[in-house]
């Protein structure tokens, strides 16, 4: 199961909005509404900023938004923040190979 | 509040063994899934395994099936993720992380246990 393919980077000014892809395949991305997106500051565990293409846990800003069309889930973060600035991961439930998930390649968001 | 505690910094040498562990506090550990994801130095995250805390369902990723050994002691609400033979390719950070059954995401996550294996 190869992993699911994000920009390496992404960047934008503060206030501005900025998108991260992730593609897979019908087999993930495009077969389940089951894809997470996580955070990753330098040094930190990553933590869930959406579940289920769309929905946010209890805490996390609404500046967060997830989408998906067909193979491809997206993440939009609006009004950009430098507390923003992380690696971002994608996450899908697969049937392709165990153990039923598989990450993105990761997409590092720089705030200018 | 749901929370996991990873067991301390680890330095070995190649060939020794090695067992960390995940505590869970906070929730019914039967009624979950652990997950142990693999980040190697500057590079992204990697599903090692998942495990099933409710029976025996455990499932490796290919790329680790035979190289580690994943278990859980649900007396004590405590995951383990185990090396009989360490390289120094296993030098990386490990994660656990857990989802509810029924869900297919997974919240919260340790604070990760670092691995170095150097001669």
Redesign the interface.
């Known amino acids: ?1 190869s ?1 699911l393919t994000q920009p390496a980077s992404v960047s934008g000014s503060p206030g501005q909005s900025i998108t991260i892809s992730c593609t897979g395949t019908s087999s993930d991305v495009g077969g ?1 509404n ?1 894809v ?1 997106w ?1 955070q ?1 500051h330098p040094g930190k ?4 900023m959406i ?2 293409v769309s929905y946010r ?1 209890s805490g996390v800003s609404n500046r967060f938004s997830g989408s998906k069309s067909g193979n491809t889930a997206s993440l939009t973060i609006s009004g950009l923040q430098t507390g923003d600035e992380a690696e971002y ?1 994608c ?1 899908s ?1 697969t049937t392709s ?10 997409t590092k968001v720089t705030v200018l | 509040e749901v929370q996991l505690v990873q067991s301390g910094e680890e330095v070995k040498k190649p060939g020794e063994s090695l067992k960390i562990s995940c505590e869970a506090f906070g929730y019914t550990f039967t009624n979950y899934w652990i997950g142990w994801v693999r980040q190697m130095p500057g590079k992204g995250l990697e599903w090692m395994g998942i495990m099933f805390l409710g029976d025996t369902d455990l499932r490796y990723s290919p790329s680790f099936q035979g190289q580690v050994t994943i278990s859980a002691d649900k007396s004590i609400n405590t995951a383990y993720l185990q090396w009989s033979s360490l390289k120094a390719s296993d030098t990386a950070m490990y994660y656990c992380a857990t989802a509810r059954d029924g869900t297919t995401y997974f919240d919260p996550w340790g604070q990760g246990t670092p691995v170095t294996v150097s001669s």
């Open positions: 199961q992993a389940f089951s997470s996580y990753q565990a990553p933590k869930l579940y289920d846990p991961y996450n439930y190979s165990t153990p039923n998930y598989v990450f993105g390649t990761g």
